[in-house]
């Protein structure tokens, strides 16, 4: 792909339930300019049931679950496009499936303590997690490795820095594709440069200009 047509990069919002992936991802697509998909609207009815009933997903159960992800990446990224994608991806075997997906794949992933997300998961309604499984993807949770194109992000803060600390570091990680073409980071740099100008207080900039 020549250097004025930058390869579209996907970035997959990881973390285990009640992390706010929901709220992260579609502020982070906002930002981006990008279409959001949320990976548990492509879980098949029976997986649904099955966390409905608090039984814990097997690796059979999740794997025709992360090929339908896979597939909305890779019909994106044929058209140019870019998505911002929840997804649990709880263990490194996802996460090597998920970034098969035809461009640069960031993780960003949403951790922090267990009292916390268990404190969030109790205030939720109307979602199908209940938090009885949150043990067991906490026990199953595989952090990013160092070779992994990632990195993590304490939900303890807010929503707007947490959005403002993804967006400062994902240029570094968008072109760490030996193949994703010397522009690939240029979207994203762009975008974070606009949303750091759009935090700083009224009149910062023209401070920082005299200097």
């Known amino acids: 792909m020549s250097s004025s047509s930058p390869q579209p990069a996907h970035v997959i919002v990881m973390g285990v339930s009640g992390t706010g992936k929901s ?7 906002r930002e981006l ?4 998909v949320e990976g548990d609207a492509l879980h098949p009815e029976a997986n649904v049931r099955k ?6 997903l097997t690796d059979a159960d999740r794997w025709p ?18 998505l ?23 993780f960003v992933h949403l951790s922090g303590s267990r009292e916390l997300i268990s404190s969030r998961l109790g205030g ?11 043990d067991s993807q906490l026990d199953t949770l595989e952090p990013l490795g160092p070779d992994e194109n990632g990195f993590a992000v ?38 974070a440069a606009r949303s750091e100008a759009a935090a700083r207080p009224e009149g910062a900039a023209d401070r920082a200009a005299d200097r």
């Open 33 to 36: 300019g990008t279409r959001f």
């Open 124 to 134: 939720r309604e109307g979602h199908f997690f209940p938090q009885a499984l949150l």
């Open 65 to 82: 679950w992360l090929d339908l992800i896979v597939a909305a990446m890779r019909r994106e990224a044929q058209e140019g496009n870019a």
């Open 154 to 191: 304490d939900v303890a803060a807010p929503l707007d820095e947490e959005l403002r600390e993804i967006m400062r570091r994902l240029p570094d990680h968008v072109g760490a594709r030996p193949d994703a073409g010397p522009d690939a980071a240029r979207p994203h740099r762009e975008a």
């Open 51 to 56: 966390m409905a009933a608090g039984t814990p």
């Open 23 to 29: 709220s992260v991802a579609e502020a982070l697509a």
């Open 84 to 106: 911002v994608v929840t997804c649990s991806a709880l263990k490194r075997s996802y996460r090597d499936v998920l970034a098969d997906s035809g461009a640069v794949t960031v």
